[in-house]
T-cell receptor, first 115, second 112 residues
Framework: EAEVAQSPRYKITEKSQAVAFWCDPI?????LYWYRQILGQGPELLVQ????????DSQLPKDRFSAERLKGVDSTLKIQPAELGDSAMYLC?????????????FGPGTRLTVL | KQEVTQIPAALSVPEGENLVLNCSFT??????LQWFRQDPGKGLTSLLL???SQREQTSGRLNASLDKSSGRSTLYIAASQPGDSATYLC???????????WGLGTSLAVNP
């Protein structure tokens, strides 16, 4: 069964360092999402791509976060510099897009700890 | 502004019980509603998606209903098992980009 792949699964870094997360969506899925989830809360959308274009990055802290999906397939989310408050689970999801049947499928996530 | 609420926040039941998890939303203008399962420290697993034109969806021991006019959905789990222990989240898709708006989840513990 097709799955969303993410790496690394766990990342420990010191504040002020740069970190990067990678996501490979389900083949053929046009829409890709990056979420941040703090323990005990629902996911918060950081950025949404339709193919290679950003369609929503209103909640992305653009002074330190960046995201790209250059060829409209896999995607990278970067944080530079990392801050203590960035410790969270970073989730990637993909969906076929383009209709009301827009089921999102999630990857296993990357657990980030900033020391 | 769309808001999603899940009740109860936590639930503990003995194995074998049938149970109902509730999700309510404030704006009926949704594309769909999705139920997810999340195990501790893990990603999200999609359980069921109900389109706005549908009333219910079933998968195995799970049945989800949607009453869009009243802004409510229920997830029914039949014959609960310890392996069902997890957090269950509901999310509605709404707005121009079909953004998911999330509840905080119900933490379920099924005791052997």
């Amino acid at each position: 069964e097709a799955e969303v792949a993410q790496s690394p699964r766990y990342k420990i870094t010191e504040k002020s360092q740069a970190v990067a997360f990678w996501c490979d969506p389900i083949s053929g899925h046009a829409t890709l999402y990056w979420y941040r989830q703090i323990l005990g809360q629902g996911p918060e959308l950081l950025v949404q791509f339709q193919d290679e274009s950003v369609v929503d990055d209103s909640q992305l802290p653009k002074d330190r976060f960046s995201a790209e999906r250059l060829k409209g397939v896999d995607s990278t989310l970067k944080i530079q510099p990392a801050e203590l408050g960035d410790s969270a689970m970073y989730l990637c999801a993909s969906s076929p897009g383009g209709s009301s049947y827009n089921e999102q499928f999630f990857g296993p996530g990357t657990r980030l700890t900033v020391l | 502004k769309q808001e999603v609420t899940q009740i109860p926040a936590a639930l503990s039941v003995p194995e074998g019980e049938n149970l109902v998890l509730n999700c309510s939303f404030t704006d009926s203008a949704i594309y769909n509603l999705q139920w997810f399962r999340q195990d501790p420290g893990k990603g999200l697993t999609s359980l069921l998606l109900i389109q706005s034109s549908q009333r219910e969806q079933t998968s195995g021991r799970l049945n989800a209903s949607l009453d869009k006019s009243s802004g409510r959905s229920t997830l029914y789990i039949a014959a609960s098992q310890p392996g069902d222990s997890a957090t269950y989240l509901c999310a509605v898709s709404a707005g121009n980009n079909r953004k998911l708006i999330w509840g905080l989840g119900t933490s379920l513990a099924v005791n052997p």
